[in-house]
DNA sequence: ATTGCCGGGTG
DNA sequence: CACCCGGCAAT
């Protein structure tokens, strides 16, 4: 019955797609216009109104997620983001955790909005393709009206796609502006964050990281239009024992970030990804330089750069704390991988597990990450993880990112 | 100033 | 026991 079925470039007036807000989560909006310069019809901007805030801002057709655009796979999610998920052949809304580009795990808390009044919430380790954005109409059994895409949204696009990466140049720019989280007091304290300029619903806990992450200063992300979730180069994500995250500084127009192309690849290419494997430590890089680097800077506490001679002999202890990814294939491994707890010889080798020096847990995890500690540190014993007696195994940076993040809700839902 | 952890607590 | 922590030696 409605207004024919073709699907003509009008009917995307009026659909529903989430867009990024100004605290970088995607939020649902409708667009509301569409406006296309003169000429290219690469650059058209949307005009999109928030659902929530009813406020208007336009977008780069990249920057869209929903039928006819981008697909959530080939985004980062950030932590608080809302979705919808199929739990227990349900559809239950959540928020994310965590999203790992690299294993395209996203680790969701779901709120069970089951019977009863205790809203329990679980948290469920999913791949990025089954996870949307927008909630299916209803139940899926009823055919919606007019609304052709009505569906959701998954477009099989796939993977995100990079930056092309270069290596042996000196294009590894160490310029970046790295904060540091330093240890806090957890207990009283008067005021710690700059400004609450907005009351966000309840993405606190993600939120706050990312705040405190991003800038100690100004929260200001993006307001209309951002340039692109990742403006940054190598650095693909990052937080652990010490947790960096370089901004993006400057967010002109300039036509650095997207491709002067009009289309996108449909296809996934193989990245290759590399993550560091130090306990505690989420850091992804896009080149073995970069990663390299910032296993000596941030965990072997050396020089980031080395100079030539340096560079010949050296003890190549950098490989021990990273491993490289390959991407292709968005399907397959219903579980993650199991990322190297090893600390020594990748080709076997663990003398006695020991991070260097006579760091233990304290300093590998860092204070702000205490329930990576193994136990006997938590009670201020000596180390059963690192030095002589390594009884304790060290968690899989899969379980670390399931401790931290349980440790991040509970933290923030309830700061009793 | 920070880290590792003994020894001495508590339920 | 599991757990917490004052305080001190070593860094
Ligand atoms: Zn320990």
Excluded at 103 to 114: A, E, I, M, N, R
């Amino acid at each position: 019955m409605s207004t024919g079925k073709r699907v003509a470039k009008r009917s995307i007036l009026g659909t529903k797609v989430m867009v990024p807000g100004q605290d970088g989560l995607y939020h649902p909006g409708w667009i509301q216009a569409v406006k296309t310069p003169e000429g290219s019809l690469s650059d058209a901007r949307y005009a999109v109104k928030f659902e929530e805030t009813k406020r208007v801002f336009e977008f780069c057709e990249n920057d869209i997620l929903g039928p006819g655009f981008e697909s959530v796979t080939s985004k980062h999610l950030l932590p608080g983001q809302v979705v919808f998920v199929t739990h227990n052949n349900r559809e239950m809304c959540g928020k994310v955790v965590r999203h790992d580009v690299e294993s395209q795990d996203v680790l969701v808390k779901v709120f069970g909005g089951g019977a009863g009044n205790s809203l329990e919430e679980e948290t469920v380790l999913l791949k990025i393709e089954d996870i949307r954005l927008l909630e299916s109409r209803k139940s899926a059994r009823l055919v919606n009206s007019d609304t052709d895409f009505s569906k959701l949204a998954d477009v099989s696009i796939a993977m995100a796609e990079k930056k092309k990466i270069q290596k042996g140049l000196s294009s590894d720019v160490p310029r970046s502006d790295y904060v540091q989280i330093a240890g806090s007091r957890k207990r009283r304290t008067s005021e710690n964050l700059p400004d609450d300029e907005e009351t966000l619903s309840e993405c606190s806990a993600a939120m706050l990281l990312m705040k405190l992450s991003c800038s100690p200063h100004s929260p200001r992300y993006f307001q209309g239009d951002l340039p692109s979730p990742l403006g940054v180069d190598d650095v693909l994500s990052s937080s652990g024992a010490s947790s960096f995250r370089s901004l993006t500084p400057s967010p002109p127009l300039s036509s650095s970030v997207t491709d002067e192309g009009i289309v996108k690849d449909i296809r996934m290419k193989s990245t290759t990804i590399y993550q560091c494997t130090f306990p505690g430590c989420r850091e992804q890089r896009l080149s073995v330089e970069s990663i390299e680097s910032h296993v000596r800077k941030e965990h072997l506490k050396r020089p980031e750069y080395l100079t030539v001679e340096e560079d010949e002999d050296r003890d190549h202890e950098e490989e021990f704390y990273y491993t490289e990814i390959e991407q292709s294939h968005p399907l397959e491994a219903p579980f993650t991988h199991l990322a190297s707890p090893n600390n020594g010889t990748t080709t076997g080798k663990s003398p006695a597990r020991r991070p260097r020096d006579g760091k233990k847990c304290r300093k590998v995890y860092g204070l702000e990450q205490r329930d990576l500690w193994c136990t006997q540190c938590k009670w201020k014993k000596a180390c059963a993880r690192f030095g002589t007696n390594a009884s304790e195994p060290m968690p899989t940076h899969h379980q670390s990112l399931l401790i931290s993040a349980q440790n991040l809700s509970s933290h923030t839902l309830s700061p009793r």
